[in-house]
């Protein structure tokens, strides 16, 4: 029984794969995983996000991030979060 759950576990996780493999560049819901409180660490969960300036498509981008990488979430705002990301030892903010 584990063997047919660790089955149909492993098939979600690669439909979800597949279906995250066109590499969008700006936030989409369910795009990173973070618990309810802000402060939490958030995962990039797909190709690569986008981090701007600014809450708006028309941010600055300041820097991508991507599968796997961690984000520390600071706030939301509608549908954006602010996060600081650390890439080769430099910290990037933004929304």
């Avoid at 979430?73 to 549908?79: E, G, M, P, R």
């Amino acid at each position: 029984m584990k063997s047919v759950w660790l089955f149909m576990f492993l098939l979600i996780i690669l439909c979800a794969s597949a279906a995250f493999a066109d590499g969008y560049s700006e936030y989409q819901s369910g795009d990173y995983m973070a618990g309810p409180y802000m402060g939490d660490i958030a995962v990039v969960c797909t190709k690569s996000i986008t981090i701007r300036s600014e809450p708006s498509y028309s941010g600055k981008k300041v820097q991508s991030a991507s599968n796997g990488d961690q984000l520390y979430v600071h706030s939301q705002y509608n549908n954006w979060v602010e996060v600081t990301y650390t890439k080769n030892g430099t910290d990037y903010s933004g929304w």
